[in-house]
T-cell receptor, first 117, second 113 residues
Framework: AQKITQTQPGMFVQEKEAVTLDCTYD???????LFWYKQPSSGEMIFLIY??????QNATEGRYSLNFQKARKSANLVISASQLGDSAMYFC??????????????FGTGTLLAVQP | EAGVAQSPRYKIIEKRQSVAFWCNPI?????LYWYQQILGQGPKLLIQ????????DSQLPKDRFSAERLKGVDSTLKIQPAKLEDSAVYLC???????????FGAGTRLSVL
């Protein structure tokens, strides 16, 4: 079964420090994509970063990087130099093929990050 | 570039009433999705359109939910009649065909009393 697991319901981090949000996934499909989205209290889901299963290097986007360990089926998000505006819910998601349709995302349950001054 | 537009932002109804949500995707995005996000959970796909055709509606409760995407642009999701367990945020998203990221709207927060 295809599944995303986020085991950290909530986390605290001090401003300017780095934080790692955990994500593990399960799929038998050799081709898949992993995403991280940020959901602030306003409710909109904001795309942060993407990692393809065949990508050789870990993805980076500004202060966000994805620590992709394929053998362990993990795709952790690292946020460097945390800012107060990073306080939000973070979702890990996986793109799956379903009945020939692509780009269906399945989501984990999310991690609520609180950045403290 | 304008993002995904959704309306209304908030809706409160009583059970057994009907409600409709509207979504206008990013211009040029052929694929449109409706997700349901219950409090404390991740979003769950209800229905996926490619242009004006349905690609996946396997998790749509078809006895009460319906959706359409006329002319392959904007879309409407309807619930009739609503139940208490339909209280959730309804998120619309769009993407280019074959493109990787989905781009989401701000969502409609529905409360069924």
């Amino acid at each position: 079964a295809q599944k995303i697991t986020q085991t950290q319901p909530g986390m605290f981090v001090q401003e300017k420090e780095a934080v790692t949000l955990d994500c593990t996934y399960d799929t038998s499909d050799p081709s898949y994509g992993l995403f991280w989205y940020k959901q602030p209290s306003s409710g909109e889901m904001i795309f942060l970063i993407y990692q393809g299963s065949y990508d050789q290097q870990n993805a980076t986007e500004g202060r966000y990087s994805l620590n992709f360990q394929k053998a362990r089926k993990s795709a952790n998000l690292v946020i460097s130099a945390s800012q107060l505006g990073d306080s939000a819910m973070y979702f890990c998601a996986m793109r799956v093929l379903y009945g020939g349709a692509t780009n269906k995302l399945i989501f984990g349950t999310g991690t609520l990050l609180a950045v403290q001054p | 570039e304008a993002g995904v537009a959704q309306s209304p932002r908030y809706k409160i109804i009583e059970k057994r009433q009907s409600v409709a949500f509207w979504c206008n995707p990013i211009s040029g995005h052929a694929t449109l999705y409706w997700y349901q996000q219950i409090l404390g959970q991740g979003p769950k796909l209800l229905i996926q359109f490619q242009n004006n055709g349905v690609v996946d509606d396997s998790q749509l409760p078809k006895d009460r939910f319906s959706a359409e995407r006329l002319k392959g642009v904007d879309s409407t999701l309807k619930i009739q009649p609503a139940k208490l367990e339909d209280s959730a945020v309804y998120l619309c998203a769009s993407s280019l065909v074959g493109s990787r990221p989905l781009y989401f709207g701000a969502g409609t927060r529905l409360s069924v009393l």
